[in-house]
Nanobody, 117 residues
Framework: QVQLVESGGGLVQPGGSLRLSCAAS????????MGWYRQAPGKQRKLVAA???????NYADSVKGRFTISRDNAKNTVYLQMNSLKPEDTAVYYCYVELTADLSKYWGQGTQVTVSS
């Protein structure tokens, strides 16, 4: 019903930057929230950042001041600018979207971010 296409993952050195993008398509009337989760090996999937249709944002404490989430409502696209990357940021990053109508949630397939020298 809803597809999320992610891009921008890859390998970077500590202190480097990456920009993740996620475009939603399909049966979308209105999106309430878009965001990013990440999951490191052996750990639980955790919220990284989220943004609502009204522009409210929420960040994990570990990324505050380094990551910035933004949204282009016209394109149904969410971005995650990641600066000052640390090895601890290494994880699979998952895009997600919640629709306004029924708050149903859809997940992207994930994109690998590796921070290593």
């Amino acid at each position: 019903q809803v597809q999320l296409v992610e891009s921008g993952g890859g390998l970077v050195q500590p202190g480097g930057s990456l920009r993740l993008s996620c475009a939603a398509s399909g049966s979308i009337f209105s999106i309430y929230l878009m965001g990013w989760y990440r999951q490191a090996p052996g750990k639980q999937r955790k919220l990284v950042a989220a943004i609502t249709s009204g522009g409210s944002t929420n960040y994990a404490d570990s990324v505050k001041g380094r990551f910035t989430i933004s949204r282009d409502n016209a394109k149904n696209t969410v971005y995650l600018q990641m600066n000052s990357l640390k090895p601890e940021d290494t994880a699979v990053y998952y895009c997600y979207v919640e629709l306004t109508a029924d708050l149903s949630k859809y997940w992207g397939q994930g994109t690998q971010v590796t921070v290593s020298s």
